[in-house]
Structures are given as structure tokens and as C-alpha cells.
């Protein structure tokens, strides 16, 4: 059933009373998922946690191209301080290093190392065993519905 909402006041508490908070819902999973996929890293031994595992990703990704703490923070909608933080990290775990890039003394490239190459390699085959669990009894049908559904959501808030 689609619903078109005119925000006006009163009306929308009294449309949304009978309504689930799927907002709430996806918080919530989010939370399991990356709560399941660090306890998997740590019973494995790893320090590597599922967040700096996406930055590991999208850095392989863009191998070959200069790319900055500016596109992580938007790549994953992140404040600066978190990216930061998270960078700090990574870089301090020996999975990353920052270089300077030729076309601005104060920027620097992030470039994975040979450890960061070889932490992604083990995160995902931990991550492949996650989405068996993660996706187990759900037909093929309904995930491309659930990837439809939430691509619609992402742009109701963009």
C-alpha cells in the first residue's frame, strides 16, 4: 500500500500512530549486523571490525585513484571526526597509511598495506559466511523486493 504524506501538523502523529517505525527496525538490525559481524572478527582473532572492513573495501575498490578522508566521510555518510577516528585507527593497526598527494601539500591519499590486503581477504570470507546466515530462509524474490524497498527509502531521505 502506498502512502503520500502531507506533513501538516497533527495529521501526521495521528497517520503514523497505527504505522510500524521502520526507521527504528532498520537501526536496530543494523546494530545486530555489525554487532554479530565484530563478535565473528574477535572469536577469529581479528581486530579488524566491520566498519574500517567497508573502508578496506572501497579503498581495493578505488586502487589506482587518490582517494581522501573527504570521500570516505561521503562515500559513507559519515561525519569528519568519525572518519577521522576510524582512519586513526586503521592507520595506527598498520592497515592503512596516508601519503601525500602530488596536487596538494594538505591532502593526504589513504592506500591500504599489505596487512589491510590481507584483513579484508579473511573479513570477507567471514562476511560471505554472514550473509549465508543473514539471508537463510528469505527467497530470491523478496531480497530484490527488500533492496527495491530500501533504495526507495534512501531516496525519500536524500
Same mark, same amino acid.
Given at each position: 500500500?502506498?502512502? @503520500?504524506?502531507?506533513?501538516?501538523?497533527?495529521?501526521?502523529?495521528? $497517520?503514523?500512530?497505527?504505522?510500524?517505525?521502520?526507521?527504528?527496525?532498520?537501526?536496530?538490525? @543494523?546494530?545486530?549486523?555489525?554487532?554479530?559481524?565484530?563478535?565473528? @572478527?574477535?572469536?577469529?582473532?581479528?581486530?579488524?571490525?566491520?566498519?574500517?572492513?567497508?573502508?578496506?573495501?572501497?579503498?581495493?575498490?578505488?586502487?589506482?585513484?587518490?582517494?581522501?578522508?573527504?570521500?570516505?566521510?561521503?562515500?559513507? @555518510?559519515?561525519?569528519?571526526?568519525?572518519?577521522?577516528?576510524?582512519?586513526?585507527?586503521?592507520?595506527?593497526?598498520?592497515?592503512?597509511?596516508?601519503?601525500?598527494?602530488?596536487?596538494? $601539500?594538505?591532502?593526504?591519499?589513504?592506500?591500504?598495506?599489505?596487512?589491510?590486503?590481507? $584483513?579484508?581477504?579473511?573479513?570477507?570470507?567471514?562476511?560471505?559466511?554472514?550473509?549465508?546466515?543473514?539471508?537463510?530462509?528469505?527467497?530470491?524474490?523478496?531480497?530484490?523486493?527488500?533492496?527495491?524497498?530500501?533504495?526507495?527509502?534512501?531516496?525519500?531521505?536524500?
Amino acid at each position: 500500500m502506498l502512502v @503520500s504524506l502531507h506533513f501538516a501538523g497533527k495529521g501526521v502523529k495521528k $497517520a503514523f500512530m497505527n504505522r510500524k517505525h521502520v526507521g527504528f527496525e532498520i537501526r536496530v538490525l @543494523s546494530n545486530l549486523i555489525y554487532r554479530k559481524i565484530n563478535q565473528m @572478527s574477535a572469536q577469529e582473532g581479528d581486530s579488524l571490525t566491520a566498519h574500517q572492513d567497508w573502508v578496506l573495501h572501497y579503498l581495493i575498490r578505488g586502487e589506482g585513484s587518490d582517494i581522501v578522508q573527504r570521500d570516505i566521510e561521503r562515500e559513507f @555518510s559519515i561525519r569528519r571526526s568519525t572518519a577521522s577516528r576510524t582512519l586513526q585507527l586503521m592507520e595506527k593497526n598498520g592497515y592503512i597509511r596516508r601519503e601525500p598527494v602530488s596536487y596538494d $601539500a594538505r591532502m593526504k591519499k589513504l592506500v591500504i598495506t599489505d596487512k589491510g590486503k590481507e $584483513a579484508r581477504v579473511r573479513m570477507q570470507e567471514r562476511l560471505d559466511r554472514f550473509e549465508l546466515q543473514l539471508q537463510s530462509g528469505i527467497s530470491e524474490e523478496d531480497l530484490e523486493h527488500l533492496s527495491r524497498i530500501v533504495g526507495q527509502m534512501e531516496e525519500n531521505i536524500k
